[in-house]
């Protein structure tokens, strides 16, 4: 044991969105009881690689006595987490469960509702692409509109999508846990700097992983300088809805 340069977790800061996870290479950071946390001093090297990707600020590097950074552990503890997920992935697939994880990827079935008749619902959509990364900041479509960020499943869990939520509106669509967050966040930002919108809103599922879409969103805001107000509307995974 030595004193040396450590990564350090606010739990009261902590969401638990996950953005964290995937930036450490030697999986020293799990999410455990809703928070991220270090799950053995060894495998955090103190080079700080998910710094940047915390919305809340929530870790930091400190300096204090522990274990000596253990490459060769790190990379079987690294090679454990990965038998595991296979073996979890194994299990949902022949079982139908998929044991302790995160509520985005937990297998769950509910009953669906019957509509109260059978309607044709026009499309909502007004322009193209929806995709955050296929868009341009400077499409023309952007010109004083009222913008939604959406996270992918919402619209599928939403059943009035697009008459609630997208009528009117330039609909932008994106994973905050499966995709480049930090992208995310640099095109958000740059258009907001290109255009003078309306209004913008954050949609995203109940899940703490997607909450990562409201943060980054909240970030882009700052840094483009825009004095724009944010609206959270949050779906519950059996698609009630709400505002955050």
Known sequence: MA????????EDKCTGCGLCIPKCAEGALQIIDGKAKLVDDKFCDGLGACLGDCPEGAITIIEREADDFDIEAAEEHVKELHK??????????HHGHAGHQCP???????????????????????????????????APFFGNADVVVAADCAAFAYGNFHNDIMKGKV?????????????YYHKITAILKENDLRSLSVVHMEVPCCFGLVHLVEKAIETSGKDI?????????????HEG
């Open 84 to 93: 595991h997920e296979e073996k979890e992935a194994h299990a949902h697939a």
């Open 171 to 183: 609909i932008l669509i994106g994973c905050p846990k499966l995709s480049d967050s930090e992208s």
């Open 229 to 241: 107000k944010l609206k959270d509307i949050v779906i519950g995974i059996k698609g009630d809805l």
């Open 104 to 138: 985005s990827s937990q297998a769950m079935t509910f009953a669906s509702k019957e509509p109260v008749k059978d309607v044709d619902v026009p499309s909502a959509l007004t322009s193209w692409p929806v995709k955050i990364e296929l868009v341009s900041p400077k």
């Open 3 to 10: 004193l040396r340069q450590i990564v350090k977790i606010d």
